[in-house]
């Protein structure tokens, strides 16, 4: 039995997810995951189709970017995910898509603000916008500098990555992560929603408030807190 056969299974179940839950079109979008101990990860291969796509084509790579198994290029933002697996060792998958709501609130560089509850049940910050790269990192090498800038801005704002599991980078798109494939790609899912409901809200009425302290707190602390009740124990 392949080694490797585990890490390829769930980067391929996360890629199949992606066309389901309509966050990417054609091969616009890629889901990684890791094995800290070995210092691998398993992503989809670059530009292959998602109905095209079969659990051996996932390629292993190491933390540094390069191919340890597969006959395929790996995705062109593999040193991406790879900069953002050596730097946080507590996350297992990384998901990026161009999903058409969040993904225009990155193209006008904003941060989504949090305006209900909805949001609130996932995190209790604006879903920042990193601002585009300067020349110098886009001409050095792009990829590798993406990831420094998702960790650049977080820690920017004195964000912890475990507490806000995604972001968007200007005049790009949308990154997530979790600790889990699942969780990944549901931060992905959630995040296109958040963005969704965010822009219509502002379309209806531009004055909108934003949501309360008090709420924040209330829905974020019962789906994530010590004395959390949300769900089945």
């Excluded at 056969?5 to 966050?23: D, F, H, I, S, V």
């Amino acid at each position: 039995m392949n080694r490797y056969k585990y890490l390829k299974e769930e980067a391929y179940t996360g890629n199949r997810m992606l066309p389901e839950l309509n966050l990417v079109l054609f091969t616009w979008g890629n889901v990684s995951f890791a094995d800290h101990d070995s210092g691998v990860f398993a992503i989809k291969p670059s530009g292959v189709s998602y109905s095209l796509l079969k659990e051996d084509d996932m390629v292993i790579v190491d933390f540094e970017g390069k191919t340890v198994e597969g006959k395929l290029r790996p995705s062109s933002d593999t040193l991406t995910h790879a900069v953002l697996y050596k730097h946080w060792n507590d996350i297992r998958s990384v998901v990026h898509t161009h999903s058409t709501y969040a993904t225009a609130w990155a193209q006008a560089q904003k941060d989504i603000p949090i305006m209900g509850t909805t949001h609130a049940d996932q995190t209790k910050f604006n879903i920042p916008c990193a601002p585009p790269m300067g020349d110098e990192m886009i001409e050095d090498d792009y990829e590798l500098q993406t990831g420094f800038q998702i960790m650049n801005e977080l820690s920017k704002r004195y964000i912890p990555h475990t507490q806000l599991e995604m972001i968007l980078l200007g005049n790009h798109g949308p990154f997530t992560w979790g600790k889990t494939m699942n969780e990944a790609v549901s931060n992905s899912a959630i995040l296109e929603y958040v963005a969704k409901t965010a822009y219509l809200t502002l379309q209806i009425n531009p004055q909108s408030p934003l949501l309360k302290d008090t709420l924040i707190e209330k829905h974020h602390e019962r789906k994530h807190g010590v004395n959390s009740y949300y769900g089945q124990k």
